[in-house]
């Protein structure tokens, strides 16, 4: 059963990779700020992150305090929602989405020489970028792919082709779904490398995923991991609240739709990653239990995850009690 990681302050979106032997957790910094609950997710009004490591998955967690706030960061104008982090060459990325001045989503880029931070934000976003939810894969241990995008509040349906659009809406029901998004990155780690593609789920009968198709389809929250050879690309349905994946045999996909991982959470948002650690597999995800309910006011939790005999994913029930 999954278990509620920190009491004291409200967290979200929790990334949690293994760097130096530790779990470092790199989550949204949820607050109250006082403004109403809309569509476009403006109470998600976070202005800072914070940092946590464990030694051990029962083991106590340290908050290494604020690793990055938005006062510090030069393009920023409001909402630092999901961010990523990744290793390479003795750097530390921060991948974070952020509103810029104009109120548009943009993926930013912030350096460490510790995975705890502080971690200094680069001047602009990430040329090219657009919407939220970044997450990063290091493949074979040279190559480094971003995974980005989310819908309604994470601006995604702005956009065809990686540009925006005049009248921005989701594709009709009977269309293919709009897709998550996957760039490699550059040697640097600072831009994409190429134009983003579309991370293509498809169906049983070999059919991209329809838009219409709410408890299967892409939403946000994107997530990538690899087990046996094989890549887990892992995500949302935000308005049907499941955490979904789909299996593909190379970093851009497609990927084919194998299931749940975990049915709806309390709250509305639903957000996770996955990592192995000491040779077991945990979810990292969130829930609104310890606030009551509120939905910009969420608390990470952890759970082991467990695979079947044939490589898809036990699927996990997201309400636990009200106690946490
Ligand atoms: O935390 C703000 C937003 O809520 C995230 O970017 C989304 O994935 C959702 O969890």
């Not at 540009?163 to 640097?188: F, G, M, Q």
Request: net charge negative; charged share 25%; with cysteine.
């Amino acid at each position: 059963m999954a278990k509620h990681l920190i009491k004291n302050i409200y967290t979200a979106d929790p990334s949690a990779h293994v760097f130096n032997g530790k779990i470092y957790i790199y989550p949204s910094h949820d607050i109250e700020s006082g403004i109403p609950e809309n569509d476009n997710g403006d109470h998600f009004n976070m202005r800072d992150y914070h940092v946590f490591s464990m030694e051990s998955i029962d083991g106590k967690i340290t908050d290494h305090g604020v690793a990055l706030h938005v006062k510090d960061i030069p393009w920023a104008g409001r909402q630092l929602w999901d961010c990523d982090v990744a290793y390479k060459d003795g750097k530390y990325f921060l991948y974070f989405s952020l509103k810029d001045k104009n109120d548009i989503f943009r993926i930013g880029v912030a350096v460490s020489d510790k995975p705890e931070g502080p971690f200094v934000a680069v001047s602009d976003p990430i040329k090219g970028s657009y919407s939220i939810d970044p997450a990063v894969l290091e493949d074979n241990e040279k190559d480094y792919y971003i995974y980005f995008g989310g819908l309604w509040g994470g601006q995604l349906h702005r956009y065809r082709n990686n540009k925006a659009i005049e009248n921005p809406a989701e594709p009709a029901d009977a269309e293919p779904a709009l897709c998550a998004k996957v760039a490699k990155l550059s040697d640097d780690m600072l831009e994409f490398a190429e134009e983003p593609r579309d991370v293509v789920i498809l169906d049983e009968n070999g059919e991209p995923l329809k838009a219409g198709d709410h408890d299967r389809r892409y939403f946000e929250g994107p997530w990538m991991h690899k087990n046996n050879g094989k890549y887990y690309f892992s995500y949302s349905t935000g308005d049907t609240h499941y955490l979904c994946y789909a299996i593909g045999d190379n970093p851009y996909g497609p990927f084919t739709y194998a299931g749940i991982i975990l049915t709806p959470v309390v709250g509305w948002t639903t957000h996770h990653s996955i990592c192995e650690f000491k040779g077991e597999w945990y979810l990292f995800h969130h829930d609104s239990v310890l606030s009551g309910g509120k939905t910009w006011l969420r608390s990470i939790k952890v759970g082991e995850l467990e695979y079947n005999e044939d490589g898809t994913i036990k699927t996990m029930e997201g309400k636990t009690p009200w106690k946490g």
